[in-house]
């Protein structure tokens, strides 16, 4: 594991776009592995002249988090403190994973509890994210800067010639804007748009790139805004990876657009740049239909912001010597992957936007205000699924569903209405105003009839506001005739020191969850599916009493015993 001082994050000469002078593009740390450590904490930045903004921290970054680099088919452990102020959830975009583990509102850690999630990394090579979830607070938490990229490498991906040194010629690119009070805070009350840009939360940045091709894994990690992207000289690029990964074939464009939560991989060519050239990537947001995000025309307001209805950079890029082993092509072949068409789908969902109660939440889904205590849908383990979501409101509006990647197949009906640069697998898609997206995918390997997953606008506004729906993954072949298990376990040693041991006394109990708090009720550890076998590790806990919670796997049944800490 990799460490980056701090001072050099907060180095950067601060300006004004006005003077075009640009700061140096902050590259997150990196962490790398199968066991990660993540501290979230309130931290400050400096990210303008006069006072420093209160920001979220993970692991002593002052805005956006460590990159997370995994392997396909390595079993990830992760360590999520909560050092905050307040409750909060962390969840891993885009994995494939059970729901109990998704980091959703469901899985809320109170301030200075350590959650334990992990999973087998079953996903493709590609640029996923995490990122705060809890119902409400979403908006506040994502505005802070906590989040960061997850990168997954696989053996496809390994053996195609592709840049790959991160920070060099392979560049992670968060893109967002804030709105700031007169104190220099982040205004998060009714502000759907930023009036500044921050790129991987650098204001004004610049990066200094090798004359050769490069890659860029860009996230719109807005709060709502679009961007329309290309190059300051209309130079083509190539789109190699959507939201899930490789496409099967790069795609030629000028211009690409990237809603909220959406991630692409692009390459472009510097290799005929002159060294000490410069030229930019920008956002040509100007003059768009009715409906994209941020092509409001005001300047202020909620809908208003200083960026809307123009086009403005998001990277400023200086050419400098290519290195020693530089990347010349782009390769014409990618992935081989098989993609679901409208007719693999043997059940079909229909979602509709729809508004929300009047003088309350401005949109819903089906008329329905996200409820955490309803499940709306239910999905058989297994099912091939096309759902459609039809959006007839006045707004454009995103939709992304958890647990799954799909492939889109249909725009208003149409097979070829969807666009080459969104060809790949997806978790996000941008829902335009007057119109219908259909998508087809499968519910594979995590059912639990108990711990839902979420479906929801990413625009943290708007599933804050209850645009969010939620359903469970339920394995219909393996219903358990409900013979109620007494659950019976034992704590050893008790006292105990710095391992606390669990002997099932039922051998039809298997543990499912564990929640350790204290006597004054609060939370200090959660376990998702916990491995027991080597006990659990308690050396950090302070000396006293505290309380076990243990939940059963086949009938949820849970028991409660007490243990003391010395
Ligand atoms: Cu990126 Cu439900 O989230
Ligand atoms: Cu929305």
Known sequence: MKKILPALLLSVTLCSQATAQYNTLKIPDTLSGTNFDLVLKDTFAQLRPGNQTITGSINNMSFWGPTLFVNKGDTVHINVTNKLND??????????????????????????????????????????????????????????????LIIVRDAKEASLA???????????????????TTLNQFQTVATSYGDYMLSNGTPDAQVSLPKQYVRLRILNAEIERAYDLGFSDGRTFYIIANDGGLLNAPVAVTRVMLAVGERIEIMVNLGGDAIGSSFDLKAFNSGKALGFPGGEPGTTGEFGSLLNNKDFGVLHINVVASTASPITSVPSALESNTYWTGSSATTTKSISVTNGTPGGLPFDLDNTPFKITTINKTVGLNAIEKWTITNNNVFGHTFHIHDVQFKIVARNGSASAVGAFESGWKDVLFLPRNENVSFVTKFEDYADPIHPF????????????GMMGQFVVVNTGGIQNSIKEELDYTLYPNPAENKLFIRMENPRNEVYYITIYNVQGRTVLMLPQP???????????????????????????????KFFKQ
């Open 87 to 148: 409750t909060t959830t962390l969840h891993w975009h885009g994995m494939h994973l059970p729901a109990v583990m998704d980091g959703g509102p469901h899985q809320v850690i109170p301030p200075n509890t350590l959650w334990k999630p992990y999973w087998k990394v079953t996903n493709q090579a590609g640029t996923y994210w995490y990122h705060p979830h809890l119902h409400e607070m979403t908006l506040e938490h994502i505005s802070k800067g906590l989040g960061g």
């Open 162 to 180: 592709l840049p790959r040194s991160y920070g060099v010629d392979d560049i992670p690119l968060v893109l967002t804007s804030r709105r700031y």
């Open 454 to 465: 979420m479906y929801h606008c990413h625009f943290a506004n708007h599933e804050d506001g």
């Open 531 to 561: 491995q027991i076998q080597d006990g659990i590790d308690i050396a950090t806990l302070a000396k006293g009493e505290y309380f076990v919670q243990l939940m059963d796997k086949k009938t949820k049944s849970i028991r409660t015993q």
